[in-house]
């Protein structure tokens, strides 16, 4: 049972429906990030899918930029509390990515170059529900937002949507990342107020 | 898993930040750095959540302070501020965080840098080295608009008068004291250089403020030859009502 809290009343906006619990909107794009932003030049830039012994795929900026690409306009719901809504963006789809690649994997670590790491099954990287995403609003994804690619898992919290990233490591069992190791979800569905270790 | 905690005391900091402690019956102890997810209700079941950051040092007497700073359009941040009294009753979650923490435990030189209301989780480490008795040496360089914008100020004074190994120094960016011997303006290299441990020390730094301020200063101790494992960051958006 809530304690109420004498003379608080709140200010819902009419978009508050189609937020997910403890949510809040905003309009800006708030950053978020646990050390320095790493600046990544496209000469060195690289995507390599590997299954932890061996690469299976790899991707340079220009060979990535060459696959086809999607527009697509999502949600982005962050763990602080804040979401934004409508967000326009241009990447790669993951199946075309994972385009003929056979795998027993299950899981999947996302590697991102600052060294930051998080793990999604691999199921939901599938079937058009994530991208590696470069361009955002019409601009090239900016460094505090994850450029030169960030991956976008927006059915997720947006900690799984990795900025940075610079490759995905197959799994046959999960393992956690980063956040996931520090007391955060180990899948966080934002409907499920899947926030914190201890959440079910 | 909500606690319910009890305002035991409010103090304002400034003229737009207030200091809140709370006594928390079942309060587990936290590490300085942590943070509270803080709830409130209205009377018809809306409820509204913000993250504040943990002000006061690991404690026995199971209280916790958070200071907020009131944003005018802010939706729960002007109830903190304002309605908010000693008697209330809150609710909240907690601690949160593993990454943005100092532990007692820690002897490396400590290189902290805020950025206005991103001293909070700063000052829990440098209260938290104090209650323990600690002896790790810590600088702080704390970045604000104008010499009445200081939180914390007496007791940053007090602190730093008594133990000669946490040294304080200021970034004025729109007004300074009078005779300051900088002229107002953003922290920058020659700042970072004067002021911050040099990075032949390897130093953890610890830098907490708003997006751009956070961007700047992890960006400078990079170029000043901190490796990027060691400077730690939490950042939050000028809209993210977070402390």
Same mark, same amino acid.
């Given at each position: 049972m809530?304690?109420?809290?004498?003379?608080?009343?709140?200010?819902?906006?009419?978009?508050?429906?189609?937020?997910?619990?403890?949510?809040?909107?905003?309009?800006?794009?708030p950053?978020?990030?646990?050390?320095?932003?790493?600046?990544?030049?496209?000469?060195?830039?690289?995507?390599?899918?590997?299954?932890?012994?061996?690469?299976?795929?790899?991707?340079?900026?220009?060979?990535?930029?060459?696959?086809?690409?999607?527009?697509?306009?999502?949600?982005?719901?962050?763990?602080?509390?804040?979401?934004?809504?409508?967000?326009?963006?241009?990447?790669?789809?993951?199946?075309?990515?994972?385009?003929?690649?056979?795998?027993?994997?299950?899981?999947?670590?996302?590697?991102?170059?600052?060294?930051?790491?998080?793990?999604?099954?691999?199921?939901?990287?599938?079937?058009?529900?994530?991208?590696?995403?470069?361009?955002?609003? #019409?601009?090239?994804?900016?460094?505090?937002?994850? #450029?030169?690619?960030?991956?976008?898992?927006?059915?997720?919290?947006l900690?799984?949507?990795?900025?940075?990233?610079?490759?995905?490591?197959?799994?046959?069992?999960?393992?956690?990342?980063?956040?996931?190791?520090?007391g955060?979800?180990?899948y966080?569905d934002?409907?499920?107020?899947?926030?914190?270790?201890?959440?079910? | 898993?909500?606690?319910?905690?009890?305002?035991?005391?409010?103090?304002? /900091?400034?003229?737009?930040?207030?200091t809140?402690?709370?006594e928390?019956?079942?309060?587990?102890?936290?590490?300085?750095?942590?943070?509270?997810?803080?709830?409130?209700?209205?009377?018809?079941?809306?409820?509204?959540?913000?993250?504040?950051?943990?002000?006061?040092?690991?404690?026995?007497?199971?209280?916790?302070?958070?200071?907020?700073?009131?944003?005018?359009e !802010?939706?729960?941040?002007?109830?903190?501020t304002?309605?908010?009294?000693? !008697?209330?009753?809150?609710?909240?979650?907690?601690?949160?965080?593993?990454?943005?923490?100092?532990?007692?435990?820690?002897?490396?030189?400590?290189?902290?840098?805020?950025?206005?209301? !991103?001293?909070?989780?700063?000052?829990?480490?440098i209260?938290?080295?104090?209650?323990?008795?600690g002896?790790?040496?810590?600088?702080?360089?704390?970045?604000?608009?104008?010499p009445?914008?200081?939180?914390?100020?007496?007791?940053?004074?007090?602190?730093?008068?008594?133990?000669?190994?946490?040294?304080?120094?200021?970034?004025?960016?729109?007004?300074?004291?009078?005779?300051?011997?900088?002229?107002? !303006?953003?922290?920058?290299?020659?700042?970072i250089?004067?002021?911050?441990w040099?990075?032949?020390?390897?130093?953890?730094?610890?830098?907490?403020?708003?997006?751009?301020?956070?961007?700047?200063?992890?960006?400078?101790?990079?170029?000043?030859?901190?490796?990027?494992?060691?400077?730690?960051? /939490?950042?939050?958006?000028?809209?993210?009502?977070r402390?």
């Amino acid at each position: 049972m809530a304690i109420i809290s004498r003379g608080f009343s709140g200010r819902r906006s009419a978009e508050a429906g189609k937020l997910p619990p403890g949510q809040y909107l905003t309009a800006t794009f708030p950053v978020l990030s646990a050390g320095p932003t790493p600046h990544v030049s496209l000469d060195r830039w690289e995507f390599t899918i590997d299954d932890g012994k061996d690469v299976l795929r790899r991707w340079d900026w220009k060979s990535f930029r060459s696959l086809p690409t999607e527009t697509f306009t999502v949600d982005l719901h962050c763990v602080t509390r804040w979401s934004k809504l409508g967000t326009r963006w241009e990447g790669v789809s993951l199946d075309t990515m994972f385009a003929d690649l056979k795998t027993d994997a299950s899981y999947a670590l996302v590697r991102s170059y600052g060294d930051y790491t998080t793990n999604v099954p691999l199921k939901d990287l599938m079937n058009h529900h994530a991208w590696i995403a470069f361009r955002f609003e #019409g601009e090239d994804l900016a460094p505090e937002h994850g #450029g030169p690619a960030r991956l976008l898992v927006p059915h997720l919290y947006l900690w799984k949507s990795a900025k940075w990233v610079r490759g995905i490591t197959l799994m046959l069992q999960d393992r956690p990342g980063f956040w996931e190791s520090l007391g955060y979800h180990s899948y966080g569905d934002p409907w499920r107020e899947q926030r914190y270790s201890s959440d079910p | 898993m909500w606690r319910v905690g009890e305002v035991v005391a409010v103090r304002d /900091e400034t003229a737009t930040a207030r200091t809140i402690t709370l006594e928390i019956p079942d309060w587990p102890g936290h590490v300085a750095g942590q943070h509270v997810d803080v709830r409130l209700t209205a009377s018809d079941g809306y409820s509204a959540v913000r993250s504040y950051s943990i002000a006061s040092a690991p404690n026995s007497k199971r209280r916790v302070e958070i200071t907020v700073e009131r944003l005018p359009e !802010g939706e729960v941040s002007p109830y903190l501020t304002r309605e908010l009294a000693v !008697g209330d009753r809150l609710e909240l979650r907690g601690p949160i965080g593993g990454w943005f923490v100092w532990r007692p435990e820690q002897t490396e030189p400590i290189q902290l840098i805020a950025g206005g209301s !991103g001293i909070v989780p700063l000052m829990a480490m440098i209260r938290s080295r104090a209650a323990a008795g600690g002896t790790a040496p810590f600088r702080l360089l704390y970045s604000v608009r104008e010499p009445e914008s200081v939180w914390y100020r007496d007791e940053l004074h007090t602190l730093s008068d008594r133990d000669h190994s946490v040294s304080v120094s200021y970034a004025y960016t729109r007004a300074t004291p009078k005779g300051w011997p900088r002229p107002p !303006g953003r922290i920058d290299a020659a700042l970072i250089a004067s002021t911050t441990w040099p990075s032949k020390l390897t130093p953890t730094c610890y830098v907490c403020g708003p997006t751009s301020f956070v961007e700047s200063a992890a960006g400078l101790l990079s170029a000043s030859g901190n490796s990027s494992d060691k400077i730690r960051t /939490e950042r939050f958006g000028p809209t993210g009502d977070r402390r």
